[in-house]
């Protein structure tokens, strides 16, 4: 069986890199409101362990009505969800699994969590289960020093082809991000380590000089050894491709993400069958070109992340760019491709939207969370 969590202060735990970490107030009532999101994705027998069995049981039965009703009865079809809780010290999963399933009490227990960090062993562990259901301290730091954003500025050059755009710096001082401001006029500056939306600053040689964010820039080299910066560029969309590593050398290639963001912060997803969204992204760029990068990707990654060093599902964020305003002056190569705006190694969003994919290439919605009424939301909406 499988025990499902979410855990979406992931990115922030891994920002710390401590095991006693306490995720901020919007991280533990995102996971409380939406904890129940892997009954989506989990198969016969397995476990999703939530804070409220109860209130997740009831958002989950609200949310299959509304999938139901929108996107077809296939999707979840022949599946029983269970959810176990975590309160008063004591992880209830293995000991409901030994009691309710004798014949598979000596069954093995994967966990498979939204993202693997420290804090979370050190957690599941207080809870009752041992170390040796669980990464070892010396995996998760590989995993920690992988979700570093040098990996995506080392991807990103063997992605680079005729139709793409897009380079990456490390900073360790001031000097290197004035001369890059000089050459470039805009930037974009990026702690290394941090969640969506978080950990960004913008730079402008005409409105938003370095001297305005010098404080936070050396606050971050302190605390994390360096600052990303890249070019700004002139964002058309939103996408990414999503993926799953088995450790061993091989990359598979899930599906596309269609996403919005608003200032980095994710707002929402297409659900669309892969033929549909092939559609909207080809009307930018050549599908040949995503095929190519995408081939490179599971080369290159499954390299990376071979002999244990990342096994779990990860998303690789892209952007269609406005080649006109990024010194291209030729209508042919109007669109590029920025094919590694970054590499998230956990579970995403755009695969909890893939796991909701209409079958039918006609059928078009969008997946959102909203925060209305003190509470997280997951909707589902007609586009």
């Known amino acids: ?66 999938i139901k009703t ?70 998760l730091e590989s995993i920690r020093n992988l979700s570093h954003r040098h990996t995506a500025a080392v991807l990103l050059p063997k992605l680079r082809t005729e139709g793409t755009i897009g380079e990456m710096f490390e900073c360790q001082t001031s000097e290197q991000v004035e001369e890059l401001l000089t050459r470039y006029g805009q930037l974009v500056l990026k702690a290394p380590w941090s969640s969506s939306g978080r950990g960004l600053r913008f730079l402008s040689i005409e409105r938003t000089p370095f001297s305005q964010q010098a404080g936070w820039f050396r606050n971050i080299v302190q605390a994390q050894g360096c600052v990303m910066v890249e070019p700004y560029y002139n964002k058309v969309k939103d996408f990414g491709m999503e993926f799953q590593s088995d450790g061993q050398g091989h990359v598979e290639y899930l599906g596309l993400s269609l996403f919005h963001t ?46 244990g060093r990342y096994r779990g599902p990860f998303g690789v964020d892209m952007m269609v760019c406005d080649a006109s305003r990024n010194g291209e002056t030729s209508m042919e190569k109007r669109f590029l491709l920025h094919p590694c705006v970054e590499v998230n190694l956990r579970r995403t969003m755009g695969h909890v939207a893939l796991a909701l994919s209409p079958k039918d290439d006609d059928l078009r919605r969008v997946m959102r969370i909203e925060y209305s009424g003190n509470n997280y939301k997951l909707l589902i909406n007609r586009l």
């Open 1 to 66: 069986m499988t025990l499902h969590i979410f855990n979406p202060e992931h990115d922030i735990a891994l920002a710390s890199g401590l095991s006693n970490f306490t995720a901020p107030h919007a991280g533990r009532q995102l996971r409380h409101d939406l904890g129940f999101l892997p009954a989506i994705w989990a198969r016969e027998g397995d476990v999703i362990m939530v804070d409220d069995p109860e209130q997740a049981e009831r958002l989950w039965q609200k949310l299959t009505h509304r």
């Open 262 to 307: 608003v200032n980095g912060a994710y707002t929402g997803n297409i659900l669309a069958t892969e033929t549909a969204k092939r559609a909207m992204i080809g009307r930018y760029l050549p599908l040949t070109l995503l095929d190519e990068v995408q081939a490179v990707i599971c080369r290159e990654l499954g390299e990376v992340f071979c002999e």
């Open 70 to 139: 929108l996107l077809g009865d296939s999707l979840l079809a022949g599946v029983n969800r269970e959810f176990a809780p975590t309160k008063s010290g004591v992880c209830c999963v293995p000991l409901a699994a030994s009691e309710q399933r004798p014949s598979d009490s000596n069954q093995h227990l994967e966990i498979d969590p939204w993202g693997w960090n420290s804090a979370l062993r050190a957690k599941l562990i207080r809870l009752g289960l041992s170390e040796l259901q669980l990464p070892t301290l010396l995996q």
